[in-house]
C-alpha cells in the first residue's frame, strides 16, 4: 500500500537551470503570448465591427478566437513570470484551476471545431439551404452545448485528479500543472477512475 501524501503546493521544474536562460524564456514566452493575445483580440474586433462578416462561420471564428485567448492567458503568462522572478512553486489551488480552466478552454474549443466542420458541410454540400439549416437558433444552440460539455467535462476531470492525497513528490516535470504529470504522482484509484472518465466522454 503507496503512502497518501496531502500536499499544498508543487514545485515545477524548468526547462534549464541557468537562470539568464530562464529570464530569457519567460520574456520569450512573454512576447509571443502578447503576439498571440493582440492576433486574437484582433480577429474578434474585425469580425464584429464588420457587417460583411456576420455569419455563422465567422461567429463560430471569433468564439474559437476568444477561447485560444483564455487558454494562453491560462497558462502562459504566469509561467513567464515565473521564469523571469525565479520562483519554482504553485499552490494545490491554483494548479487546480489552472488545470480546470485550460481543460475547459481545451474542450470547449474542441467542440467548437466539430460544429465548425458540420458548418462548412453544409455550406459545400447544402448551398442552398445553408440560411435554412444554419440558423441563430443553431449557432447559440452550439455554443450553450459546448461550453456546458465542457463545464461537466472539466469539473469532473478536476474533480477526480485532485479527490485523494498524492502517492509520490510533489514535483511536476515541467513549467505550468500538466495533466499527464498530476496523473504520474496520484494514486492509482485516480489514474483508473480517469482512465474511465476518458473513455466515457470519448465513446459519447
Known amino acids: 500500500m503507496e503512502n497518501l501524501t496531502v500536499f499544498t503546493e508543487f514545485l515545477l521544474m524548468d526547462v534549464t537551470s541557468s537562470q539568464e536562460l530562464q529570464v530569457l524564456q519567460g520574456v520569450l514566452f512573454l512576447v509571443i503570448s502578447l503576439g498571440a493575445l493582440t492576433g486574437n483580440l484582433e480577429t474578434v474586433t474585425l469580425i464584429m465591427t464588420d457587417t ?10 471569433s468564439n474559437v478566437a476568444l477561447i ?91 474533480g477526480t485528479l485532485f479527490m485523494l492525497p498524492f502517492t509520490k513528490p510533489s514535483v511536476i516535470q515541467q513549467y505550468f500543472c500538466d495533466v499527464p504529470q498530476i496523473l504520474r504522482i496520484s494514486s492509482p484509484d485516480v489514474q483508473y477512475s480517469e482512465f474511465i472518465i476518458i473513455a466515457v466522454f470519448a465513446l459519447s
Open 52 to 61: 460583411y462578416l456576420h455569419s455563422p462561420m465567422y461567429y463560430f471564428i
Open 68 to 158: 485560444d485567448f483564455g487558454s494562453i492567458s491560462v497558462v502562459v503568462p504566469r509561467s513567464a513570470v515565473n521564469s523571469m522572478v525565479g520562483r519554482k512553486t504553485i499552490s494545490l489551488t491554483e494548479c487546480a484551476t489552472q488545470i480546470f480552466l485550460f481543460t475547459l478552454f481545451a474542450v470547449v474549443e474542441i467542440s467548437f471545431l466539430v460544429v465548425m466542420s458540420y458548418d462548412h458541410y453544409v455550406a459545400i454540400c447544402h448551398p442552398l439551404h445553408y440560411r435554412l439549416i444554419i440558423t441563430l437558433s443553431l449557432c447559440s444552440q452550439a455554443t450553450a452545448g459546448s461550453w456546458a460539455s465542457g463545464l461537466v467535462y472539466s469539473a469532473i476531470h478536476k
